[in-house]
């Protein structure tokens, strides 16, 4: 990011620094913002996003530990992880400013400062602007994991630890919490990052395509097979294979893969050759792993082999402040997106998003975004551009407690279907679900 485009905010309680500040860099950046209470950060934060916070590490305080200082530099960090923030300390306070540093601060200028110093580290860290999250793909066309919460983190930091080994992996968590993204994310942070990734949804496969999609099979092994073609645990040879969806699988299905994963061997549909395959295993479902261990529907030895670590992903709604980061993540996605500039956002935006409980996760709350964003009337966002998915508002809900969920979920179903005049992508985006899952519930509910 180049300088003169920069927003930058200045926090110092003595005004003579304020007024220092803002006449160095206004000449070279698009806005400075000055502030002297940091008690104000959050609601400046929620309502404006800043590149760079220049923040004073020794407010007024009868005794200058610069705790104040680091109280604020990690509220900052909490409210606008993307945020660099450089630190004023006062001359000798070196051991403070490295403590800052330790906490997550991007820079700090000693006082008195010199003011080529200042241009200087401002410049040098739009231009290595680091992101939060766990980078899947460091480069172009990065997908990222949004979190900063307590929960998220120690995904993170099983992702990190178990990435590197050639452990299978076993993903439980509810529809939309980033499973997909944390395959792909052990994956890229492995050593077959190299290799190919490669996607099964199993649950949606019937008994047939389950078979010729994963062993694949030889010209003529039944009336469709005009070619060869290999199946998804040859094309991921080397690399890793991802079933999603994996508690929908049949005991029949469960016996063929168990073998596999015994033998480390596949033979095509309509041939006799053995081919060896070597994959590292991820699978994933958002069945509970107590739902799982019900012997009638899932094989034990089955989930003993795909599940040498297992990772629970939380829902959103348990995940703090990540609420907040998302949205303003995707806020600046789909405002780019859909060239809308610069959106900004009224407070009760951000408190209608955190007083809701996401039942779709992050994909309902992507997807809230991009509706708000695309339906907005200028470029301040406010509550009423906010409307969640049937299911949460459904009249039913709110007045028949004694309704039986099914029914509820059904009768959703049938709205939000009718709504997107049976378009099945767009009715399961809308209620936070992939498009299998609601073919799933329609089977279900027969409809
Ligand atoms: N932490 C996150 N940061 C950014 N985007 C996220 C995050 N978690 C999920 N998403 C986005 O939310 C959507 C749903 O995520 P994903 O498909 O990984 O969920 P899932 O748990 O696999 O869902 P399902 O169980 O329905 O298959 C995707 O568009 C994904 O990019």
């Known amino acids: 990011m180049q300088l003169h485009n920069a927003k930058i905010l200045v926090i110092d309680d003595d005004p003579d620094v304020l007024i220092a500040m803002r006449l160095l860099l206004k000449p070279h950046v698009a806005e400075i913002a000055v502030e002297k209470k940091p008690g104000n950060l959050p609601s400046l934060l929620s309502e404006k996003k800043f590149d760079v916070i220049i923040l004073d590490m020794n407010f007024n305080g009868l005794v200058n530990t610069g705790n104040e200082g680091i109280f604020w530099l990690n509220r900052i960090k909490e409210l606008a992880p993307d945020t660099d923030v450089i630190l004023i300390t006062a001359y000798g306070d070196i051991d403070l400013a490295i403590r800052s540093l330790k906490e997550g601060a991007a820079d700090f200028i000693v006082k008195p400062w010199q003011n080529e110093k200042v241009i200087e580290s401002v410049t040098e860290m739009l231009q290595k602007k680091k992101r939060s999250g766990v980078k899947l793909r460091p480069k172009a066309g990065e997908t990222k994991i949004i979190g900063e919460s307590e929960e998220i983190q120690e995904v993170f930091a099983k992702i990190k630890k178990v990435a590197p080994t050639d452990a299978n992996v076993l993903i439980l968590g509810e529809n939309g919490t980033g499973k997909d993204l944390i395959a792909k994310a052990i994956h890229e942070n492995s050593n077959r990052k190299n290799k190919a990734f490669v996607k099964v949804d199993v649950g949606a496969l019937t008994s047939t395509l389950f078979e010729s999609e994963l062993f694949g099979y030889k010209k003529g092994a039944f009336t469709d097979a005009r070619a060869d073609r290999k199946g998804r645990f040859e094309t991921a040879h080397g690399g890793t294979l991802f079933l999603d969806e994996?508690?929908?699988i049949s005991l029949r299905q469960q016996a063929r893969l168990?073998?596999?994963?015994?033998?480390?061997?596949?033979?095509?549909?309509?041939s006799n050759e053995v081919i060896p395959v070597d994959i590292r295993l991820i699978c994933a479902t958002n069945l509970k792993i107590s739902e799982l261990s019900d012997e009638s529907k899932f094989r034990k030895d089955l989930i003993y082999r795909i599940n040498t670590v297992d990772m629970v992903i939380p829902p959103l709604r348990a995940r703090g402040t990540d609420v907040t980061l998302l949205s303003r993540y995707f806020l600046d996605f789909y405002a780019e997106k859909y060239a809308k500039g610069a959106l900004k956002t009224e407070k009760s935006f951000l408190e209608k998003l955190k007083s809701h409980s996401f039942p779709g996760n992050v994909r309902e709350l992507q997807f809230v975004i991009e509706r708000a964003v695309i339906m907005a009337e200028n470029n301040i966002l406010k509550a009423e551009d906010?409307?969640?998915?049937?299911?949460?508002?459904?009249?039913?809900?709110?007045?028949?407690?004694?309704?039986?969920?099914?029914?509820?979920?059904k009768n959703a179903i049938?709205?939000?279907?009718?709504?997107?005049?049976?378009?099945?992508?767009?009715?399961?985006k809308e209620l936070g679900i992939t498009r299998a899952a609601l073919y799933r519930r329609l089977d279900k509910y027969d409809l």
């Open 246 to 248: 994996i508690g929908n």
């Open 386 to 409: 906010l409307s969640f998915s049937a299911i949460e508002t459904a009249p039913e809900i709110q007045e028949m407690d004694d309704m039986r969920l099914e029914t509820v979920e």
């Open 258 to 270: 168990l073998t596999v994963l015994q033998n480390r061997t596949i033979t095509p549909l309509g």
């Open 414 to 428: 049938l709205k939000v279907i009718d709504k997107n005049k049976g378009n099945i992508s767009k009715s399961a």
